[in-house]
């Protein structure tokens, strides 16, 4: 009897270890920014379909401001299992990442096949020394946005070709009074400032390098910065775009308060939303202008998602990564940013509503600058925005500020 018994028990305790076993799920943490591109809401939906599909996985999502995200990974490093297993990243952070150690290498996953499908701009993304860090997933670079009425009212009949002409159509709407201050900017000190000024720099055939070295103060970067400054003392830049970051000028923008704005993808359709925006209906976009008229310019605001060296899971890691940056799940998202993939871009699913979107990305996705790349990158970032601002705020001349800036940017690595 007793041996019975104790036979039951341990059947049952073997049947409930079993169970328990089959039923453990595979938990993953993840990393994302709450601004810009995918919204949250996108990315939580995204995510509950791959639980959909994956039911023995599971997925803590965080979601973190853009200023926040790196700082977060690079702290998270030490905390081995009980860290992140995807993180969002951006296109110059691998160079210092690899230093550290923080990503896994996944070169192997990038056929030659696969490679030519991804535009050339967001595979740059995660790559670093022909070595690939992770997948692309939001391939994006700022557009200049444009009120349509604005414009009609001042009796211009045609959106500007170059900058100059931004500048000439900016100063006759403000004289004839359509609108206080026609630009804006995200200007803050933070790395937002960092790409509006890239995109300026593109525009002025300007380049970070010159001879191997870190330079400033070259033609095309120094161009950049005495037309954002030229631009404030002219008063057609809203003043208060030092302080605005990406979020504040959308809401700047669609409140009928700026008839031209350098914005990234994800302002397209929010500004046309009657339920967001004041001025819907009347967005106009376009490629960054260049210098001269009928240029395009443009720079790589793109990121990629990785799975860290301290994943206790990376092939489940990687596989939801597939997930999210698969074609399909990219062309159903492509309202807020669009798919890496080539071919989406002939999709009318993708181009139905936002025709103007994609024909100026097909134009500027394929011209953009990158910033700077070096391990070092958060300090030479800093270094950058505060100098852009001393000179912003007339602090400093457009040429000292560029020249002390290639001066500190030789000591850095």
Known sequence: MKRRVTLQLSGCLAALLISGYANAKTELSALFMSQSAYSESD???????????????????????????????????????????????????????????????????????VKNKIFTGALNTVTWKDKQYGMPWILDTKYLYYNKAMLAKAGITTPPNSWQQVMEQSQLLKQKGIVKYPLVWSWSQAEALVCDYTTMVSAFKGDFYQDGKLTFNAPGALKAVIFMKDSLDKGVTNPNSNEYLEEDVRKVFSNGDAAFALNWTYMYNLANDPKQSKVAGDIGIMPAPGDAPGEVASMNGSMGLGVTQTSGHPDQAWDYITYLTSQPVQNHYARLSLPIWKSSYQDPAVRQGQEALIDAADKALNVMLMRPIIPDYSRLSNMLQQHLQQVLQGQE??????????QSASRLR
């Open 397 to 406: 001349t457009p040429e000292a500020g560029m020249q002390a800036l290639t």
């Open 43 to 113: 990315i939580r939906a995204m995510t509950a379909d791959y639980e959909k599909a994956h039911p023995d996985v599971t997925i803590n999502l965080e979601f973190v401001p853009y200023e926040a995200l790196h700082d977060k990974i690079v702290a998270a490093r030490g905390a081995g299992s009980n860290g992140y297993d995807v993180v969002l990243f951006d296109d110059m952070w691998p160079a210092e990442f690899n230093r550290f150690n923080l990503l896994k290498d996944v070169s192997s996953h990038f056929t030659p096949d």
